[in-house]
């Protein structure tokens, strides 16, 4: 029976043809309108190997750069502390345990109240400690370089490379050894009242300050 829509009849023998046409049409026409996706940089590797990712996806190394330093195991400024006689952290466990360094005390000179007496012998103790670790810091730089040209070369052995690491391991020892002692000298030259302001003008923790120094 036809269907009819207000005055016009329609067969639905008819009407499914109609259908059976538009169906495709519409179809390819929706499938036109959909967003192409583009390629990304996620989805073109551009050329790049697989060996080329896995370089580029490998940390760097914090030890990169140090290859071009004159001396691979000592920095421009570690050079220059060493041949300056420069403490470099070395008498961290005096300075911070209430043992000043006659350096930093010239420096607060004025703050700690100095006496004349106080200030020629901290500036006798600081003369002497820069005479004394000086040529340990050059040393220092001298061996290291000869360890460093040993690799270099290719010409490190076992016993060459004991003899070397010995050398410079007993330097170091000495110099550390000196900056402690004139730590320690220092020390004996001021008040504990001294001592403690120090501290305190160096920003240390307060209450932990050793009473020691001169009665």
């Given at each position: 029976?036809?269907?009819?829509?207000?005055?016009?009849?329609?067969?639905?023998?008819?009407?499914?043809?109609?259908?059976?046409?538009?169906?495709?049409?519409?179809?390819?026409?929706?499938?036109?309108?959909?967003?192409?996706?583009?390629?990304s940089?996620?989805?073109c590797h551009?050329?790049?190997?697989?060996?080329?990712?896995?370089?580029?996806?490998?940390?760097?190394?914090?030890?990169a750069?140090?290859?071009?330093?004159?001396?691979?195991?000592?920095?421009?400024?570690?050079?220059?502390?060493?041949?300056?006689?420069?403490?470099?952290?070395?008498?961290?466990?005096?300075?911070?345990?209430?043992?000043?360094?006659?350096?930093?005390?010239?420096?607060?000179?004025?703050?700690?109240?100095?006496?004349n007496?106080?200030?020629?012998?901290?500036?006798?103790?600081?003369e002497?400690?820069?005479?004394?670790?000086?040529?340990?810091?050059?040393?220092?730089?001298?061996?290291?370089?000869?360890?460093?040209?040993?690799?270099?070369?290719?010409?490190?052995?076992?016993?060459?490379l004991?003899?070397?690491?010995?050398?410079?391991?007993?330097?170091q020892?000495?110099?550390?050894?000196?900056?402690?002692?004139?730590?320690?000298?220092?020390s004996?030259?001021?008040?504990?009242e001294?001592?403690?302001r120090?501290?305190?003008?160096?920003?240390?923790?307060?209450?932990?300050?050793?009473?020691?120094?001169?009665?």
């Amino acid at each position: 029976m036809p269907l009819s829509y207000g005055k016009t009849d329609i067969d639905p023998e008819c009407l499914e043809r109609r259908m059976e046409r538009i169906c495709p049409l519409l179809f390819a026409v929706a499938l036109a309108m959909m967003p192409v996706r583009s390629a990304s940089a996620e989805d073109c590797h551009c050329g790049i190997s697989h060996s080329q990712e896995q370089v580029a996806a490998t940390p760097t190394s914090p030890y990169a750069g140090m290859e071009r330093r004159a001396v691979k195991a000592l920095s421009e400024q570690q050079i220059a502390d060493l041949r300056a006689g420069r403490g470099m952290g070395l008498s961290l466990p005096a300075e911070l345990n209430g043992y000043p360094g006659p350096a930093h005390v010239l420096e607060l000179g004025d703050e700690l109240h100095l006496s004349n007496e106080q200030r020629s012998r901290a500036k006798a103790l600081y003369e002497a400690m820069q005479t004394e670790t000086i040529p340990i810091g050059e040393r220092i730089v001298a061996e290291e370089t000869v360890l460093d040209g040993l690799f270099a070369e290719k010409h490190v052995a076992p016993t060459s490379l004991q003899a070397a690491s010995s050398r410079i391991a007993s330097l170091q020892g000495d110099l550390r050894a000196a900056h402690l002692r004139y730590h320690l000298a220092m020390s004996e030259l001021l008040s504990p009242e001294q001592i403690v302001r120090y501290t305190e003008l160096r920003g240390y923790a307060a209450g932990r300050h050793h009473q020691h120094g001169r009665q």
